[in-house]
């Protein structure tokens, strides 16, 4: 898989470090300043990108309470509607450009999911270097069309969808000649339970879909984002809080900053202990190697001895001739005294 994209100045794909983006959503409990730690907070813990969602509770649903709109699946949000919940959740558009000023001056990349175009047109506005569908989006066709039209990268999450689903958005993307995919494992329950991860997809969905391959992680703690990397997975993204305790409508399934920090430290060391497919030696390992086992006159021996189990043995250190040829050996004579001790070679052999 050579597939591999560029987000401003950060690389994505094979011999790239996997790109790990701090999901802000509702976690700003409506307080720009928290916005601002959360940026701040998210640099500091080693996150490469912080990501917002860019709507509003009309360009995403309408104000209505009849069954449809009700939430009743048993979710952390049941009881609400639809356009309650988002009202509750979105970040305001006039905090957006503020909050990517203040994001591009920590270093960090900055970019959105939009949910309808005049989210598309706003975030272009901004110039976002590139774009999220959520997993509720992928069958919006028309909405991924308008993003993958601006010609940016644009990362997909596969929460709700089927393999049909994947390559319908795949090939809206491509319809409008950009290639610059990647696609997301997600589990779209919150929190996700572990049975449900299925983090073998991964391999599979870069199998099929020759794209980056990343994960949208919903699970609670961070085994599964470390375990999606060990898998193949190029991107990580996970929400971030300042602290559960704050409440908000995300943070059950949030990590804090040290979480977070702890998490980037396990990628980071799984992605130095991948390294490539090799059976070479380091130089450590060769040194090590004199540490194996070999065969060893462990008894002295008189010329013309004969080597036997007692007098010849296979043990540590590895400077005498190769445990293979240890029954080579058995029956021979000695060509010389030789003291216990002695790694054998074949010039001690007689034959």
């Known amino acids: 898989m050579n597939a591999s994209l560029q987000i401003n100045n950060k690389k994505i794909g094979n011999g790239h470090s996997v790109f790990i983006i701090a999901e ?49 699946q048993g979710t952390i949000w049941d009881g609400k509607t639809l356009y309650d919940l988002y009202k509750e959740a979105y970040t305001p558009w006039e905090w957006q450009p503020k909050l990517k000023e203040i994001a591009e001056n920590e270093g960090l990349i900055f970019f959105s999911t939009p949910f309808d175009k005049t989210a598309v047109d706003f975030l272009e506005d901004m110039d976002v270097p590139a774009y999220k569908v959520a997993s509720f989006e992928i069958t919006d066709i028309p909405l991924i069309e308008y993003i993958a039209s601006k010609g940016k990268p644009i990362i997909i999450s596969t929460g709700i969808a089927t393999l049909s689903d994947i390559e319908e958005a795949i090939n809206a993307c491509r319809r409008m000649n950009n290639n610059q995919i990647a696609l997301l494992k997600c589990t779209s329950a919150y929190p996700s339970p572990l049975e449900e991860v299925n983090l073998k997809t991964i391999p599979n969905m870069i199998e099929t879909f020759k794209t980056i391959v990343g994960l949208s992680d919903h699970t609670l703690g961070i085994s599964v984002p470390v375990a999606a990397v060990a898998l193949g997975a190029k991107i990580i993204e996970k929400h971030f ?65 004969v080597f036997t189990e ?42």
């Open 24 to 72: 802000l959503s509702a976690n700003h409990n409506h307080n720009f300043d928290n916005a601002v730690k959360l940026i701040k907070e998210a640099k500091k813990a080693g996150a490469d990108a912080v990501k917002l969602q860019t709507y509003t509770p009309d360009t995403i649903t309408i104000n209505c309470s009849n069954e449809y709109f009700q939430i009743k």
């Open 310 to 351: 007692e007098n010849v043995r296979s043990i540590r250190p590895g400077f005498g001739l190769h445990p293979k040829y240890y029954k080579d050996v058995l029956g021979k004579k000695a060509t010389k005294d030789i003291k216990k001790g002695t790694p054998l070679n074949w010039n001690l052999i007689g034959w």
């Open 241 to 305: 809080t300042l602290s559960r305790s704050m409440g908000g409508l995300d943070a059950a399934f949030s990590l804090e900053p040290e979480e977070f920090k702890q998490m980037v430290r396990s990628i980071r060391e799984v992605e130095k202990a991948l390294g490539d497919v090799s059976y070479e030696l380091s130089e450590k390992t060769k040194k090590s190697r004199e540490f194996s086992r070999s065969l060893f006159v462990v008894k002295d021996i008189k010329k013309g001895d």
